[in-house]
């Protein structure tokens, strides 16, 4: 069974910075794109990166760019998300996703989605 | 803000059918990009219900599909059950960003 497990979240300030984990089990994970998407609470969904299964493609949005810093580390299964200044509209849940699809990136979509860890920035 | 429209909510009875639409533009759904379709159960994460356009995964009701025309695509949801009450969200690709409609939560009356 494909399991994601994500933590690293929790209450910084603005300004701050933070690091997200996903761990990955149940599929070859070295062999699919794995993404961030963020929620903040209340409201719809937002996609936030994406990395390809061998890191050479990787995606930001706009929102992002600039401060957060996608990567993986296929040796511990494991996908991570560098927030650097953080800002109170970063506030959300943050999930991780798998690319269904082996070996492709772009145009996909989510599945499945780890349960999320809550970033909070405080102004 | 999200580039692909869905109404906030829709209802119905059980038993009875719904449908969600999602509109985009011709930059994305009418650029030919496929749609797949995400129920969120309350307090929980999204899950996958229809990909590229109308693919059930398996496990997924066959009372869920999915549908494209033109610079739109549809979820219908027939035979309507009190645990299919949840947010429903379309997503997208348009200009190298993946994309999410609005949301729209579905109560069973």
Known sequence: EVQLVESGGGL????????LSCAASGFTFDDYAMYWVRQAPGKGLEWVSGISWNSDSIGYADSVKGRFTISRDNAKNSLYLQMNSLRP????????????????????????????????VSS | QSV?????????????????????????????YDVHWYQQLPGTAPKLLIYGYSNRPSGVPDRFSGSKSGTSASLAISGLQAEDEADYYCQSYDSRSYVFGTGTKVTVL
Do not use: H
Not at chain 1, 12 to 19: D, E, M, Y
């Open chain 1, 12 to 19: 910084v300030q603005s300004g701050r910075s933070l690091r």
């Open chain 1, 89 to 120: 509209e970063d506030t959300a849940f943050y999930y991780c996703a798998k690319d269904p699809r082996y070996r492709a990136m772009i145009m996909g979509w989510f599945d499945p989605w780890g349960q999320g860890t809550l970033v909070t």
């Open chain 2, 4 to 32: 692909l429209t869905q109404p906030p909510s829709v209802s119905g009875a059980p038993g009875q059918r719904v449908t969600i639409s999602c509109t985009g533009s011709f930059s994305n759904i009418g650029a030919g």
